[in-house]
C-alpha cells in the first residue's frame, strides 16, 4: 500500500543546531506540504512543493528550508534551531489534478521535535 | 485574515447524541474543496469528509456530514450518533488554488470533542 512516511517521530536537539526532518511518500504525488501544529494556531503551512525542484514559502516559513530532488521525497531543514521552533511537524501530500475523487491531503504520522 | 475560523475550541456530547462542529471560511476562489480531518489523542490525521464548492448536494459519509452553506460561507460537520471513539481533534480545512491544477490546505484551530458515556 501507498504511504507516506515521517522519521525521526522524535527528536530533541539544542538550540543552534540544524535539523533534518524526513519525509517520504510512495504516492507518487506531485503536491506535498509541511506543516507545524501548536496548541490554539491548527496546522500551519510551512513550505510546500508542487513538483521536483519547486518550492514554496508558506505563512510560517522563516527558519525552516526545504529542496525538492525527486518526487518521493521533502526534508524539511530547520538551519538553527530554536525553542519557538519546537512543535509536531506534520508532512502532507496530494494528487495535483482537480478531477480526482477524492483530493485530499494524506498525512504523515507526525514529527515531534524538541529544541531545548 | 484568517481563512478558516472554527470558534468552538472545545465541545461536549452525550453518547448517542448528533453534534455540529461549526466552520466558516473565507475565499474569492469560486472553485475550493472543503474537508474535515479528525485527529485522536494518538496524533495521526484521519480524513473524514470532502465537498467541493460546485457540489450541489451535501455531502455524507457514514455517520458524517456536511453543512454546506455557500452564501454563508460555512460548513459545517455533523456527527451523528455520537460514540465514546468519536473523541479527539477535528480541524475543518479549505483547497485553495494556487496556479492552474495545484493547491495548497489551509486548516482551522481546530475543535476538541469529548464525548460523553
Known amino acids: 500500500d501507498a504511504e507516506i512516511t515521517q522519521s525521526p517521530r522524535h527528536k530533541i536537539t539544542e538550540t543552534g543546531r540544524q535539523v533534518t526532518l524526513a519525509c517520504h511518500q510512495t504516492w507518487n504525488h506531485n503536491n506535498m506540504f509541511w506543516y507545524r501544529q501548536d496548541l490554539g494556531h491548527g496546522l500551519r503551512l510551512i513550505h510546500y512543493?508542487?513538483?521536483?525542484?519547486?518550492?514554496n514559502k508558506g505563512e510560517v516559513s522563516d527558519g525552516y528550508s526545504v529542496s525538492r530532488s525527486n518526487t518521493e521525497d521533502l526534508p524539511l531543514t530547520l538551519e538553527s534551531a530554536a525553542s519557538s521552533q519546537t512543535s509536531v511537524y506534520f508532512c502532507?501530500?496530494?494528487?495535483?489534478?482537480?478531477?480526482?475523487?477524492?483530493?485530499?491531503?494524506?498525512f504523515g504520522q507526525g514529527t515531534r521535535l524538541t529544541v531545548v | 485574515a484568517q481563512k478558516i475560523t472554527q470558534t468552538q475550541p472545545g465541545m461536549f456530547v452525550q453518547e448517542k447524541e448528533a453534534v455540529t462542529l461549526d466552520c466558516t471560511y473565507d475565499?474569492?476562489?469560486?472553485?475550493?474543496?472543503l474537508f474535515w480531518y479528525k485527529q485522536p489523542s494518538s496524533g495521526e490525521m484521519i480524513f473524514l469528509i470532502y465537498?467541493?464548492?460546485?457540489?450541489?448536494q451535501n455531502a455524507t459519509e457514514g455517520r458524517y456530514s456536511l453543512n454546506f452553506q455557500k452564501a454563508r460561507k460555512s460548513a459545517n460537520l455533523v456527527i451523528s450518533a455520537s460514540q465514546l471513539g468519536d473523541s479527539a481533534m477535528y480541524f475543518c480545512?479549505?483547497?485553495?488554488?494556487?496556479?492552474?491544477?495545484?493547491?495548497?490546505?489551509?486548516f482551522g484551530t481546530g475543535t476538541r470533542l469529548k464525548v460523553l458515556a
Open positions: 502532507a501530500s496530494s494528487e495535483s489534478r482537480s478531477r480526482v475523487v477524492g483530493t485530499e491531503a494524506f
Open positions: 465537498q467541493g464548492s460546485y457540489d450541489q
Open positions: 512543493s508542487y513538483g521536483v525542484q519547486d518550492t
Open positions: 475565499t474569492s476562489d469560486p472553485s475550493y474543496g
Open positions: 480545512a479549505m483547497r485553495e488554488s494556487h496556479t492552474s491544477g495545484t493547491y495548497k490546505y489551509i
